[in-house]
């Protein structure tokens, strides 16, 4: 088995802490049992290194040998494909947790990020379009209600794709927006009640304190 | 092999017509030369039987055999699958395929779909938010503007990742949106222009036109 490498950014600023997405990768790492190594890279300098192995500048990437994957979606199969979740002849957990990776970070996150990007701006602006995109937040939401008041976990026992979901919706509670939807904010507390959320969300936030005690 | 079934809606408005999902999976079954049927669901009404198949009450899903399939990236990812495109011994060439998925429907659509939901809008006020949401996207561009200088397709070969990302990048190109990102404009019509693209998109126009011929 080759050496599973995750980079982070080697500091950010405070606001982003505990919702940087090298968290996602923790994460599943963390609930696989599979040993991993974090790397930094520089938060103020983005150079062709960078760009080589995550093409929008941003983290994470994950090594494992010869292959440096980008995007937390490929990273959370590759991580649950690498930690057995996936045995070859069961085909339809493969493509339930799949399905519903790609849910959060297509049909929820798409809705919800820029959202939150109006949020951050402190923009309760009322325009055509803004309405719009609360209205597109809130069908995906009373969705996921529906969904969730009837199950535990999205595909079965707990996968990578609530990894993947709870940490999307986890953002839109940050700034309340869940205070409708209890089923859903339920699901929320039960996924970061889990040890290995603990356990990634404490090292992120101590990897960041760590990065401020080094340059005091 | 089971038969492979893409459902879409039996009828839509006309706006949407050459950007209705199922769009993608007809192309990518399409270049595979995967024989498929398609079958149509009730664009009014969509109760129990739809949300079991579709949680988000959208088209398309697959069916292969017992397997039904919802989001078009994980669709994508299985047609790819099934049609041989991803080598056991390669794992390299899966990883570069899924991470391009990913990044169409989560690092792009995330910023360029709720852009266009303020242009269906006719929204142009420049709200705090909306500036973060137009330098969002700005972002995204310029790095894909920089990734598709230098080549061709985004994963080697054409794969499933540039149906993804170049239908993505078209429905921001249909409000004229891709302007300064000559690179961009250039990989969409490469793709476009591709035989499998040109028969899926006839074959959506024509079932929705035999719609209206049948409401007639």
């Known amino acids: 088995m080759t050496e599973l490498v995750v980079t982070t950014y080697d500091w950010v600023p405070v606001p982003p802490r505990g919702y940087v ?7 599943a790492l963390e609930e696989a049992g599979l040993p991993y190594r974090v790397q ?12 080589a192995h995550q093409p929008f500048a941003q983290v994470p990437w994950l090594l494992d040998g010869e292959l440096s994957i980008f995007e937390t979606g490929a990273i959370l199969l590759h991580v649950a494909e690498r930690g057995g979740a996936f045995p070859p002849d069961d085909p339809a957990r493969r493509a339930a947790v799949t399905e519903w990776v790609f849910a959060a970070l297509n049909s929820v996150e798409m809705a919800s990020l820029p959202w939150t990007l109006f949020k951050f701006s402190g923009d ?18 009373d969705r996921m209600e529906a969904v969730l008041a ?8 707990f996968s990578v794709a609530d990894i993947a979901m709870s ?9 309340d927006g869940l205070a409708e939807h209890p ?3 339920a699901y929320v507390a039960r996924a970061t009640a889990r040890p290995a959320f603990v356990k990634a969300h404490a090292d992120q936030m101590a990897h960041f304190a760590a990065a401020d005690a080094a340059r005091a």
């Open 183 to 185: 089923a859903v904010r």
């Open 21 to 27: 997405r090298d968290l996602r990768i923790r994460w």
């Open 124 to 141: 309760e602006t009322g325009t055509p379009g803004r309405k719009a995109l609360d209205r597109f937040l809130a069908l995906r939401l």
């Open 40 to 51: 930094p890279v520089p938060f103020r300098e983005r150079g062709e290194e960078h760009l």
């Open 167 to 175: 940490d999307v919706l986890r953002l839109i509670d940050r700034f």
């Open 150 to 157: 009837g199950r535990e976990w999205l595909a079965g026992d």
